[in-house]
Nanobody, 118 residues
Framework: QVQVVESGGGLVQPGGSLRLSCAAT????????MGWYRQTPGKQRELVAE????????AYSDSVKGRFTLSRDNAKNVAYLQMNNLQPEDTAVYYC???????????WGQGTQVTVSS
């Protein structure tokens, strides 16, 4: 059984920071990739950042480049999303997706709410 669990969301003022964590356990080890996505009501889930574990290649959406940083602790199968200079448009439910290989649709976490508001 695979479990993907996110944590670290919350309410923050514009310009503030948050760090999200994603932990993967179960029959997904070794992990091929870990990624963060976000979704707002009425919109499709969009990629925020994703890392390929084997080579460390990381991709970011244009909207978060320079503000968000994805890092990982391979030994613990944990990925982090450091979010700086948060803006109201970053408000969303953030989901973590882990894939055991390149052709897997992946396993999703339950999501964590991030709200940026003054």
């Amino acid at each position: 059984q695979v479990q993907v669990v996110e944590s670290g969301g919350g309410l923050v003022q514009p310009g503030g920071s948050l760090r999200l964590s994603c932990a993967a356990t179960g029959r997904i080890i070794p992990i091929y990739s870990m990624g963060w996505y976000r979704q707002t009501p009425g919109k499709q889930r969009e990629l925020v950042a994703e890392v390929t574990v084997s080579n460390g290649n990381t991709a970011y959406s244009d909207s978060v480049k320079g503000r968000f940083t994805l890092s990982r602790d391979n030994a613990k199968n944990v990925a982090y999303l450091q979010m700086n200079n948060l803006q109201p448009e970053d408000t969303a439910v953030y989901y973590c997706k882990c894939r055991p290989n390149a052709w897997s649709p992946g396993y999703w976490g339950q999501g964590t709410q991030v709200t940026v508001s003054s």
